[in-house]
T-cell receptor
Framework: DAGVIQSPRHEVTEMGQEVTLRCKPI?????LFWYRQTMMRGLELLIY????????DSGMPEDRFSAKMPNASFSTLKIQPSEPRDSAVYFC??????????FGSGTRLTVV | RKEVEQDPGPFNVPEGATVAFNCTYS??????FFWYRQDCRKEPKLLMS???SGNEDGRFTAQLNRASQYISLLIRDSKLSDSATYLC??????????????FGQGTILTVHP
């Protein structure tokens, strides 16, 4: 099992550019989560999906952020336009109905 | 008030010491509880689940007090490799947020020789 796969591992972009983060969950997991981690705020849940359907997106900071899950094996988190305050590590995680999450290695985003 | 609160530390202890971390949660719909460990610049990883009866995994002991909404983690005989951030986590079993894990800010532990 390859685990949760995220890409890219690192992303440096200029303010105003579009950024797309990608995630492949573990096969068979029902839930997929997008988290953002910063020193100031810790791990924050942005959005999560159950069986490809968004369940709770109340953590999405603003309209610049959007997430999709077109099928059970792929999800994207898009930021358009990006701003320096979006700089953080973005984690994707997947899980079965009840149980611990498995996190991906994260995408370290720097917006300059 | 944060839904899951932890003392951020840092805790600096010598090898061989016993150290305890505490955590409180405010959401009474929380059904399951976990401790995660996060190494520097790595993803969080599940350390252990927490049960009402208390549970042990080697040098690690976790306790849950539902009445007080309080969770603890005890590490005995600390090793250098235990240095990490320890995250207290609750699982939401109620309402529209079923399946959601909520993380505390984490407690930083440094074990020194």
């Amino acid at each position: 099992d390859a685990g949760v796969i995220q890409s890219p591992r690192h992303e440096v972009t200029e303010m105003g550019q579009e950024v797309t983060l990608r995630c492949k969950p573990i096969s068979g997991h029902d839930y997929l989560f997008w988290y953002r981690q910063t020193m100031m705020r810790g791990l924050e849940l942005l959005i999560y999906f159950n069986n490809n359907v968004p369940i709770d997106d109340s953590g999405m900071p603003e309209d610049r952020f959007s997430a999709k899950m077109p099928n059970a094996s792929f999800s994207t988190l898009k930021i358009q336009p990006s701003e320096p305050r979006d700089s953080a590590v973005y984690f994707c995680a997947s899980s079965l109905v009840v149980g611990g999450y498995t996190f991906g290695s994260g995408t370290r985003l720097t917006v300059v | 008030r944060k839904e899951v609160e932890q003392d951020p530390g840092p805790f600096n202890v010598p090898e061989g010491a016993t150290v305890a971390f505490n955590c409180t949660y405010s959401n009474s719909a929380s059904q399951s509880f976990f401790w995660y460990r996060q190494d520097c610049r790595k993803e969080p990883k599940l350390l252990m689940s927490v049960y009402s009866s208390g549970n042990e995994d080697g040098r690690f002991t976790a306790q849950l007090n539902r009445a007080s909404q309080y969770i603890s983690l005890l590490i005995r005989d600390s090793k250098l490799s235990d240095s990490a951030t320890y995250l207290c986590v609750t699982f939401n079993a109620g309402g529209t947020s079923y399946g959601k894990l909520t993380f505390g800010q984490g407690t930083i532990l440094t074990v020194h020789p």
